[in-house]
T-cell receptor, first 115, second 117 residues
Framework: DVKVTQSSRYLVKRTGEKVFLECVQDMDHENMFWYRQDPGLGLRLIYFSYDVKMKEKGDIPEGYSVSREKKERFSLILESASTNQTSMYLC??????????????FGPGTRLTVT | AQKVTQAQTEISVVEKEDVTLDCVYETRDTTYYLFWYKQPPSGELVFLIRRNSFDEQNEISGRYSWNFQKSTSSFNFTITASQVVDSAVYFCALSEDRDNYGQNFVFGPGTRLSVLP
């Protein structure tokens, strides 16, 4: 069974703290993603990675960085957390399917509150 | 640019009622894929269906059915005889064929469905 896990379900941090969100997938997928989910905005892509040590910016990368040292692990880093980064963070991995589309598999999400 | 609109922010129905969730998309590509995901209170997005732009056949899976109409750029989702367990946020998403890594999934804002007993 496909599995994407995230290190924390709930996290509370203070403004200015450095925050690490970890994501692990066991499907040997090359592509991994970090989204944030806010009410009324759906999911917005922060960063993605298509290979170990490779990363690309998504739609809203400001204030975030990522790390992918191993294929199965993709970390999202908030260098200096701010209150406007309070959100639900979802990690996903994907595989390309025969016929050309992708299927994305999501983790359970981390609800981050920055006070 | 691609865009997905889900005009219904929240819907409440009573158990056993039928409910349709609307999805309207925009894309300039001729080859694209449409998806529906369910997000229950546990938070994890669950894949429900994928449809490619060349396949306009409607699909039924148990109490779920999907109506894809290219003429109106819509991909609506109907739940028949709704149940309390259907309560969730539902997302419609679009991916274009030139998406190299799956990075260009565009999600709609979601529709929160509440099914009352």
């Amino acid at each position: 069974d496909v599995k994407v896990t995230q290190s924390s379900r709930y996290l509370v941090k203070r403004t200015g703290e450095k925050v690490f969100l970890e994501c692990v997938q066991d499907m040997d997928h090359e592509n991994m993603f970090w989204y944030r989910q806010d009410p009324g905005l759906g999911l917005r892509l922060i960063y993605f990675s298509y290979d170990v040590k490779m990363k690309e910016k998504g739609d809203i990368p400001e204030g975030y960085s990522v790390s992918r040292e191993k294929k199965e692990r993709f970390s999202l880093i908030l260098e200096s957390a701010s209150t406007n980064q309070t959100s639900m963070y979802l990690c996903a991995s994907s595989e390309r399917l025969a016929g050309g589309s992708y299927e994305q598999y999501f983790g359970p999400g981390t609800r981050l509150t920055v006070t | 640019a691609q865009k997905v609109t889900q005009a219904q922010t929240e819907i409440s129905v009573v158990e056993k009622e039928d409910v349709t969730l609307d999805c309207v998309y925009e894309t300039r590509d001729t080859t694209y894929y449409l998806f529906w995901y369910k997000q229950p209170p546990s938070g994890e997005l669950v894949f429900l269906i994928r449809r490619n732009s060349f396949d306009e056949q409607n699909e039924i899976s148990g109490r779920y059915s999907w109506n894809f109409q290219k003429s109106t750029s819509s991909f609506n989702f109907t739940i028949t005889a709704s149940q309390v367990v259907d309560s969730a946020v539902y997302f419609c998403a679009l991916s274009e064929d030139r998406d190299n890594y799956g990075q260009n999934f565009v999600f709609g804002p979601g529709t929160r469905l509440s099914v009352l007993p």
